[in-house]
Structures are given as structure tokens and as C-alpha cells.
């Protein structure tokens, strides 16, 4: 996928604050994100080293407000 088109998902899922509109996407674009971040996942190790302070977020159940915070801090 080229990284102008995944820009422009990332961009309109984050232009999306809760309660001020709702971001639509189609099922091929959900597609091709998916796509996309499989080949990220598959890239990298099992396994990382980190470094305290770091954040872990598990499933969210679709509290899509809660993942954006996350980001934020």
C-alpha cells in the first residue's frame, strides 16, 4: 500500500474526535489497512527488549476514545 493512501486513513481516523463525527470507512479501505498492518506485524521480531516508561494496551472493545487518549499523553 503506498504510504500517501495509508496517511489519508491514519489522518481521517485521527481527524475523528469522539462525538464530533463519525469516520466511515469502506471494506476495502478496512481491507487494506488490515493489509497493511499485517506487513508491519510480520516484519517485526517476537520478542522486544524495552526500556521503562512504556505503555501496554490490550483490547480495547472498540473504545476508540480511550486508544486516541493513549496517544495523546
Known amino acids: 500500500m503506498e504510504d500517501v493512501v495509508l496517511d489519508s486513513f491514519i489522518q481521517k481516523?485521527?481527524?475523528?474526535?469522539?462525538?464530533?463525527k463519525q469516520v466511515v470507512l469502506s471494506g476495502s479501505e478496512i481491507?487494506?489497512?488490515?493489509l497493511a498492518a499485517k506487513t508491519v506485524f510480520m516484519s517485526q521480531p517476537?520478542?522486544?527488549?524495552?526500556?521503562?516508561?512504556?505503555k501496554i494496551c490490550g483490547d480495547i472493545h472498540g473504545q476508540y476514545a480511550d486508544l486516541l487518549r493513549l496517544f495523546e499523553a
Not at 13 to 20: D, E, I, P, T
Not at 31 to 34: H, P, Q
Not at 46 to 51: A, I, T, V, Y
Open 31 to 34: 481491507g487494506k489497512l488490515c
Open 13 to 20: 481516523l485521527l481527524n475523528a474526535k469522539v462525538g464530533s
Open 46 to 54: 517476537n520478542l522486544l527488549e524495552l526500556k521503562a516508561p512504556i
